[in-house]
């Protein structure tokens, strides 16, 4: 997939971020998923045009320093948390069934492109939610992208997974047009990064924070030059 970070910021129209988890321990789930968020916004996305799914807890929880607030780097200069109503899905909605929606029922055509990321805990063919008890299937996620294709509802998709075991789930995704870049190898881990101690909890991922990084500094890279990037500078496990 050769189109350019800045053909997809300007062309797509629209965006899925999904942040899996709920509770204050996994803080970073959120807090990546609000900073790209921003970025999107910043590339020249409109809030209409972005499907955010966020179990919405970390900004009020009592134990947040900073309440009302979410913070993506240690300096706390830049609160990231763009406020509940911008938030489309949230707390007990933010369910295997609305990820599955939210890549079936897109509002768009065969010539728009479309930009997913997803964050949180994995395993071997699946992704986790914020009700621990149900996770989304690989197998189930590769029949609504199969969908999506066949609907012809978009021209090309670029899927992000941060989630430990995610190449499991990454290798199934055989759709026409789909590109998907996963923090790990079906078989391996992904990990946490930036230990904030006065938050009291990590507020980002190896592989994401990577990602973040590098669209901000390279805005004109291929997809291909992103990919490089993340694998070569993703430590203690394997982009693919």
């Known amino acids: 997939m050769l ?4 053909e997809l910021a300007f062309s797509a129209q629209f965006a899925v971020l999904y942040a899996g988890s709920g509770s204050f321990k996994n803080y970073r789930h ?12 910043a590339r020249g996305f409109t809030p209409k045009n972005i499907g955010l799914y966020a179990f919405d807890d970390i900004a009020t929880d009592p ?8 913070f993506h780097s240690i ?48 395993g071997a063919g699946i992704l986790g939610t914020p009700d621990i008890y149900k996770d989304i299937m690989a197998d189930q996620l590769a029949e609504c992208f199969n969908k999506a294709s066949a609907s012809n509802l978009y021209k090309k998709w670029l899927f992000f997974i941060e989630a430990c075991y995610s ?9 026409p047009n ?14 946490s990064a930036i230990y904030d101690e006065q938050i009291g909890t990590y ?5 994401t924070n990577n990602f973040i990084t590098y669209i901000d500094q390279e805005p004109s890279s291929t997809v291909g030059e992103l990919y490089e990037y993340l694998q070569k500078n993703t430590e203690r496990s394997h982009t693919c």
């Open 203 to 207: 507020i980002s991922n190896a592989f």
């Open 30 to 41: 959120q807090a990546d998923i609000y900073t790209i968020y921003n970025q999107l916004l």
């Open 75 to 122: 300096d706390h200069k830049i609160n990231v948390y763009p406020g509940s109503d911008a938030i489309n899905v949230k707390g007990a909605d933010v369910t295997p069934e609305a990820f599955y929606d939210s890549i079936t029922k897109l509002p768009t055509t065969s010539n728009d492109y479309v930009f997913i990321y997803y964050d949180n805990h994995g």
């Open 63 to 70: 134990r947040n320093p900073f309440i009302g607030q979410v």
């Open 178 to 191: 789909l590109a998907t870049i996963t923090a790990s190898m079906y078989n391996e881990s992904s990990y």
């Open 3 to 6: 189109f350019y970070l800045v």
């Open 167 to 175: 190449g499991s789930t990454g290798k199934l995704l055989t759709a």
